[in-house]
């Protein structure tokens, strides 16, 4: 089992910046794609951003494209988002998720079913 465990959220107005943390722990983690979504409020979970791990190769949602950059640092087994000139519409919860599955490149895997362990989840509030 892989624990996955954000942090970094909370309240910020809108333009102002956040970064987000994903730690992996448990069993070897041995993910090779890992991404972050979305939920707002009444709304489906959103595909934000993936990268994989092994040659950090990265995809950003057209929403927060230019916004928002997605990082790595294997060697802490941690995944970044950092969030600029933040929008009220970006209030969501920004959930972690791991691949264990075997990834293949040229392929960006942007849906939810294509992940296989979640985090707990951690609020992002933009206030207008």
């Known amino acids: 089992q892989v624990q996955l465990v954000e942090s970094g959220g909370g309240l910020v107005q809108a333009g102002g910046s956040l970064r987000l943390s994903c730690a992996a722990s448990?069993?070897?983690?041995?993910?090779?794609?890992m991404a972050w979504f979305r939920q707002a409020p009444g709304k489906e979970r959103e595909f934000v951003a993936t990268?994989?791990?092994?040659?950090?190769?990265?995809y950003h949602a057209d929403s927060v494209k230019g916004r928002f950059t997605i990082a790595r640092d294997n060697a802490k087994n941690t995944m970044l988002l950092q969030m600029n000139n933040l929008k009220p519409e970006d209030t969501a919860v920004y959930y972690c998720?791991?691949?264990?599955?075997?990834?293949?490149?040229?392929?960006?895997?942007?849906?939810?079913?294509?992940?296989?362990?979640w985090g707990q989840g951690t609020q992002v509030t933009v206030s207008s």
């Open positions: 998720a791991a691949r264990s599955r075997r990834s293949y490149g040229g392929i960006v895997y942007s849906g939810s079913w294509d992940y296989d362990d």
């Open positions: 448990g069993r070897t983690f041995s993910s090779d794609t």
């Open positions: 990268i994989r791990l092994i040659d950090g190769s990265t």
